[in-house]
Every structure is written in C-alpha cells, then in structure tokens.
C-alpha cells in the first residue's frame, strides 16, 4: 500500500507541475518587433506591443505575437448594424506556443489604449474552441473561462500543420453574435453585452486580437454595413 501510495502521489505532484507549467507558459518577445502597417496601433495586455510583429504581405497581415495584443485602425469606426470578418491561418499550429492560443474579432472598441477602454472579442483556436471575451475595462467572460468547443471550428491535424478560420461578429438589431466558417457559434442580447462593467456601446472601433505567442496571417479584413 505504501507504494502505491507513492506512486499516486508523485503522479498527482507531476501533473500539478505539468499545469502549473502549461498555466504559465513563458511570453517570448518576437525579434525586430513593431507595428509596420501605416494607421495600425495596438495594445499589449502585459509588456510592449513593440514585443510583436504586425507587418503587411501583399494584402493580408502577419501578424506574430509575444504578449497577446489588441491591434486596430482609429480610422476604422463601426455604428448600427454591421458584420467585422476576416480569415486567419495559422500556417503551422502550435509552432510558438505549448497548447493552443486563439486569435479573431475585436467590435466595439472605446478608449482603446487606456484605462477605460472597453471591447468585445470573438476568437477560435485551432483545437475546436472559441471564445467570447472582453474588456470593461476590467476582463469579462461571456461563454466561461475555457470558452466551448463547436464543430464549425476547425481543427489542426497535428502541430505544425496548417489551420484556417473565417471569423465575422455582427451587430443587427437587438443582437450581437459570432460566427466561425460560416456558422453562428454565440448570440448574446445587445443588453447582455452593453452593460455596467462590460461595453459602453456597440458603436466603436474594430480590430484584431491575438493571444500571446501566436503566428498568424490575416486576410480579407473588413467590414460590411448591414
């Protein structure tokens, strides 16, 4: 009985290490960072956004990512009704990071870059989940912590291997949804979302968001007045 005991407990001791660590897995800053692309900005969520790379190929973004960073275009503004999407490929999955990190969607964004700036994001991963987060300016969750799984989200075959995703958030009427390859994976009520501690309005800039340690090319970013 001894042990097994043992066994269970260094079992349970090793994997507590092996989550700590997946937990806290290391930012790495990307080398000669900067924002290229003319009238882009973001924001990183801890360090510099100089940490990353958003640079231009032809018409599409690279964008690699040490903190995770919100970037976007003062110049773009969004009111009423509206759908945001773009395609994000990322060429080989899992290549700086240790599990999965999403990337997608930002709407809604006011007093982006300071202490009070709020937006809603909408972001897969190339495991099959998404989520649904924002600032107000504190974090928020809107489909939990670790987000949901849904088959419209593709998968990559293994890491290293490449992993599409069309993402579009719409504002239209009274409602404020998320929709990956063509399929709608989140609706919330407007009054859900514009809230005390959540978005001022629907009415914003739009944008990107990526988590820390991403390589991703955006394509086809735009927006499309309902």
């Known amino acids: 009985m001894r042990t097994v005991s043992a066994i269970a407990l260094a079992l349970f001791v090793s994997s507590g290490i092996f989550a700590q660590a997946h937990q806290d897995e290391a930012v790495h800053k990307v080398e000669g960072g900067s924002i290229s692309v003319p009238g882009w900005t973001g924001k990183a969520d801890d360090g510099e956004v100089s940490d990353s790379k958003f640079v231009a190929e032809g018409s599409s973004f690279h964008i690699t990512t040490g903190p995770a960073a919100t970037y976007w275009n003062p110049a773009m503004t969004a009111k009423g009704d509206y759908t945001v999407k773009a395609t994000f490929t990322e060429p080989k999955y899992m290549n700086l990071n240790t599990h999965p990190h999403p990337y997608g969607i930002m709407i809604a964004g006011n007093d982006l870059g300071t202490a009070q ?38 998968k990559a075959a293994a890491p290293g291997e490449s992993v599409t995703q069309e993402i579009a958030m719409s504002v239209k009427g009274g409602k404020v949804t998320c929709a990956v390859n063509g399929t709608e994976v989140a609706s919330y009520d407007k009054s859900a979302v514009v809230t005390a501690g959540k978005l001022k309005s629907t009415d914003g800039v739009y944008g990107l968001r990526l988590a820390h340690n991403t390589d991703v090319i955006v394509s086809g970013f735009g927006i499309e007045k309902q």
């Open 117 to 154: 700036q709020s937006y809603l994001y909408c972001a897969a991963y190339g495991s099959g989940t998404f989520i649904v987060r924002g600032f107000g300016p504190a974090p928020f969750q809107m489909n939990g912590r670790r987000g949901e799984p849904n088959a419209a989200v593709h």
